[in-house]
């Protein structure tokens, strides 16, 4: 007979990769009889900031032989992506295959999707708001969200990702991250990019995808580009079971 989730949940707030990952893990270790509550304010889950992007051209900056969300299972989203109807947002190189970033939120999609349709009592509860509030009780938690809902819970994950960057102190400076950013430039003015990370290489995608024919001047005080990836093994997958000892 199946087990009904009768005790508090264990409360995962954020559904980034982190807490996406946490509360597939916990629902994988935990006792059925627990419950898992994912919270996420942000209206789409299993993405947050670094797979919400829908650029194609927004790439994954670690090749895809080294994304499998689960350690045990390495080719896990290689064998995705070869049952996956991708179209565009595929690059494969010499040092290996780099996909869309948007790709890879797809893929974390699906694995939620599993564990909450899955067969069975569902044990996972997506709230889709944000928390404002976790307090201290006997037992674990009351959580609060921002829509007056409050869910009590045995434990708590935080998984909200970093804090918010300083507001820009320039009023010309626009949200790399923000779609609509790029679409108010005059198409051919000149653009200047202050640094030259992997974030100016999203920002340059983004303008040349939305047809910025402007030149781009990036800035940086130590002039250095990120480095292209060169052919190389496979990471060895770690042994996290044995405690390393101090040295
Ligand atoms: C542009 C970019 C590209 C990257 N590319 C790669 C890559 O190619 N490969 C790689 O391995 N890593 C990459 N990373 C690193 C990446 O950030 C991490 O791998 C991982 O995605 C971080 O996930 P996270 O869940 O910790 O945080 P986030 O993705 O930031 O997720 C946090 C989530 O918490 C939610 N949240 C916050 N506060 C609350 C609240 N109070 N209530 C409810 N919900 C809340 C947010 O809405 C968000 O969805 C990249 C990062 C960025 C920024």
């Not at 935080?158 to 102190?169: E, Y």
């Not at 200047?192 to 303008?207: H, K, N, Q, R, W």
Request: hydrophobic share 45%; charged share 15%.
């Amino acid at each position: 007979m199946t087990r009904q989730p009768s005790l508090p949940p264990i409360a995962v707030i954020g559904a980034g990769f982190s807490g996406t990952m946490a509360a597939l893990q916990l629902l994988s270790v935990l006792p059925p009889e627990r419950p898992v509550l994912l919270c996420e304010r942000s209206g789409s889950f299993a993405r947050g900031l670094a797979y919400g992007t829908g650029n194609p051209a927004h790439l994954l900056n670690v090749r895809a032989a080294n994304m499998s969300a689960f350690p045990d299972r390495p080719d896990h989203f290689e064998e995705w992506l070869a049952g996956a109807d991708l179209g565009e947002g595929v690059v494969r190189t010499p040092a290996g295959t780099f996909v869309a970033r948007g790709h890879y939120g797809s893929y974390l999609t699906d694995l939620l999707t599993a564990a909450v349709t899955g067969p069975g009592v569902p044990r996972l509860r997506l709230v889709n708001d944000a928390v404002v509030d976790l307090e201290p009780r006997a037992g674990g938690f009351v959580l609060r969200t921002e829509g007056g809902q409050t869910h009590r819970a045995a434990g708590a994950v935080l998984a909200m990702g970093n804090l918010a960057a300083a507001a820009p102190k320039s009023r010309h400076s626009l949200d790399p991250w923000a779609p609509e950013s790029f679409g108010r430039l005059h198409p051919h003015a000149p653009v200047l990019i202050v640094g030259t990370g992997l974030t100016m290489l999203d920002a340059v995608a983004s303008l040349r995808t939305q047809g910025f024919s402007g030149a781009i001047l990036a800035l940086s005080r130590r002039g250095l580009l990120p480095n292209a990836h060169a052919p190389a093994d496979l990471w060895p997958v770690p042994d996290l079971t044995r405690p390393t000892s101090p040295p």
